[in-house]
């Protein structure tokens, strides 16, 4: 019995080698033991990142989403997306409706640190149950446009295009931005997402220069992103921190009827001035704290409970 066992546990252990050979084929030997040593508690679950391989020609050349920028009124950007730069690598989002692909640029000759500095950045400050929230509202309510400002390389806004949702993803790293153009081509959504490249806070004075002295991307204020649907509007701000400059440079985000909730990032804003300026404003403008519960949300107590032990991700809700 001793042999059979034997050649079992050899063929349990050549199996595993092939599939993380699989897994793992066009990465060579150092930059996979930076990557795993690093993503190990990453490397399991529904929300696991999984480096496909690089890529040495464009996916599809022909195919790039639309880029909009303000310019006086929305104009079409075709000089962001180059449908002739071939990306970097495609990394494969697990989700509970399956595999979600994701196009990265900007890796350079330090590909490992920013290819595992951006899968970090989607592992931990994206929370599965803010996606669930949102994707189960929109499933509610069909007629509700998502706004995703500071979309990163797009985990939430492709997941909600490809189901069918109206999705405007506001992005101002160019990098993310020509990685999303191609994202939302390889997942058959360029009827759903429109893409905005800018950043969101007070409006910047670069904003009402003549076109040729104008910087890309210059900063607008979130009121002019409610032009571009008639429809109501669920927003989600992650901003690495500048969340209060989207809230403050907006003068129709709380106190138009259409903003039927805001999530925000509210970690960085713990015990600090402009938690407290943004609480001002919501208990103001009629929004209630709601954290994330399952698929739904559970309101939290604002005189009875410190907003420091919020949770990470907060939802405010108009009171009806």
């Given amino acids: 019995m001793r042999p059979i066992k034997s050649k079992r546990c050899m063929l349990y252990g050549i199996c595993m080698l092939l599939v993380f050979s699989l897994v793992f084929i066009f990465l060579d030997e150092r930059k996979v033991s930076k990557i795993r040593q690093r993503l190990h508690i990453n490397l399991t679950g529904s929300d696991s ?8 020609k464009m996916l599809n050349s022909r195919r790039t989403a639309e880029v909009l920028q303000w ?11 180059d449908p002739a730069r071939p990306p970097s690598s495609i990394v494969s989002y697990r989700l509970y409706s399956g595999k979600l692909p994701f196009v990265l640029y900007g890796v350079g000759n330090d590909e490992d640190e920013v290819l595992y500095r951006k899968m970090t950045e989607l592992s931990y400050r994206f929370s599965m149950k803010v996606d669930d929230y949102i994707s189960t509202y929109l499933d509610n309510h069909p007629s509700t446009t998502f706004i995703d400002i500071g979309a990163s390389i797009g985990v939430t806004s492709l997941r909600m295009a490809r189901k069918g949702h109206h999705v405007i993803s506001v992005e101002s790293e160019k990098d993310n931005v020509q990685g999303l153009c191609m994202s939302v081509a390889e997942n058959s959504a360029m009827n759903h997402l429109s893409i905005v490249y800018h950043s969101v806070g007070n409006e910047d004075f670069t904003s009402v220069l003549p076109n040729k002295e104008k910087s890309s991307p210059h900063t607008i204020s979130a009121d002019k992103l409610f032009s571009l649907s008639n429809q109501n509007f669920l927003v989600k701000i992650d901003t690495a921190g500048c969340e209060h400059s989207v809230i403050l440079g907006s003068k129709q985000l709380l106190m138009n009827k259409r903003t039927r909730g805001i999530v925000v990032a509210w970690e960085t804003h713990k015990g600090q001035r402009s938690g407290e300026e943004m609480l001002s404003l ?39």
């Fill in 71 to 81: 310019r006086g009124k929305w104009e079409k950007n075709s000089e962001v997306c």
């Fill in 282 to 320: 919501f208990n103001i403008w009629g929004f209630n704290p709601h954290a994330f519960r399952g698929s739904g949300a559970t309101r939290l107590d604002k005189k009875g409970q410190n907003p420091e032990s919020w949770p990470s991700d907060v939802i405010w809700l108009p009171i009806e």
């Fill in 49 to 56: 990142f999984f480096v496909l391989g690089r890529v040495n």
